[in-house]
């Protein structure tokens, strides 16, 4: 009885669904966060009569062939790299990227990170870092004694001190982009790191080489659409109480063959 286990693959791919849009509405509120959305293929065939078989003594060739699918696997889960929405928050250090690019931070094990978190903060050293403490790179010191700080679209940082009307120039932030963005890894916290599969970082500056530029005092929202992603869930659920329904009717079949007398 072939149907209870491509049910199966068919309930386990279904729960797999679900299980991609409930991470995307629980992180509806995170900052430059990507919908993610599960895909999937069609297992291997069996073959029980191949096309174009003859099939009779003067030749003839079969058309079509009984070939008999065997279930569903997950292929990928893929991101949206569609940009969200743009919110003004009028902070001196919320960076917000219109177009494509990333930040890169130095993370705890001295290797590099990505991320389009662009909620960044003031260590008690003065250098620029993530929520998570994760330094920025080029690593950029703000003054005890700054006023306010200012970055122009093309990531040049200014501080404004007190009692000078004149700007300092503090550094130069970059961007970093890759060939193919969906083959980055996420490792939590808004983060990314380089796989074989993304390509080599592509440093630049904001607005050079494709990259997009950075708005200051703005944050990119979530692009998960939730009336979308209830809709999926939606059919999710009924695709999960469609294979479960083949379960029970094989199961049900199965029981008529052992009554037979």
């Given at each position: 009885m072939r149907a209870l286990k491509i049910a199966a693959t068919g309930m386990a791919a279904q729960q797999m669904r679900v299980e991609t849009i409930s991470n995307n509405l629980a992180?509806?509120?995170?900052?430059?966060?990507?919908?993610?959305?599960?895909?999937?293929?069609?297992?291997?065939?069996?073959?029980?009569?191949?096309?174009?078989?003859?099939?009779?003594?003067?030749?003839?060739?079969?058309?079509?062939g009984v070939q008999l699918g065997l279930g569903v696997r997950p292929a990928a889960v893929s991101v949206n790299l569609a940009q969200g929405p743009l919110s003004a928050t009028n902070s001196d250090l919320d960076l917000a990227i219109e177009g494509k690019g990333y930040i890169?931070?130095?993370?705890?094990?001295?290797?590099?990170?990505?991320?389009?978190?662009?909620?960044?903060?003031?260590?008690?050293?003065?250098?620029?870092?993530?929520?998570d403490g994760f330094p920025v790179e080029p690593e950029i010191t703000i003054p005890d004694d700054a006023r306010s700080i200012s970055i122009n679209p093309e990531g040049e940082v200014f501080a404004f001190f007190q009692n000078t009307a004149q700007a300092q120039?503090?550094?130069?932030?970059?961007?970093?982009?890759?060939?193919?963005?969906?083959?980055?890894?996420?490792?939590?916290?808004?983060?990314?790191?380089?796989?074989?599969?993304?390509?080599?970082?592509?440093?630049?500056?904001?607005?050079?080489?494709?990259?997009?530029?950075?708005?200051q005092g703005y944050l990119e929202d979530s692009s998960v659409d939730p009336v979308r992603e209830i809709t999926e869930l939606i059919e999710a659920q009924r695709g999960y109480e469609l294979n479960a329904k083949v379960i029970s009717a094989a199961d049900q079949m199965l029981g008529a063959t052992t009554q037979i007398r």
């Open positions: 992180n509806m509120s995170t900052t430059g966060y990507n919908a993610r959305r599960a895909e999937f293929s069609d297992l291997h065939y069996q073959q029980l009569t191949r096309a174009g078989t003859v099939n009779a003594a003067d030749g003839t060739v079969l058309p079509t890169e931070v130095t993370l705890p094990s001295g290797n590099a990170g990505y991320t389009r978190d662009g909620a960044l903060k003031r260590s008690a050293d003065g250098l620029i870092v993530t929520s120039s503090l550094g130069q932030l970059n961007l970093t982009g890759f060939t193919n963005p969906k083959g980055l890894e996420a490792i939590g916290g808004n983060l990314f790191t380089e796989t074989e599969a993304s390509g080599p970082p592509i440093t630049s500056n904001p607005g050079e080489d494709g990259l997009g530029t950075l708005r």
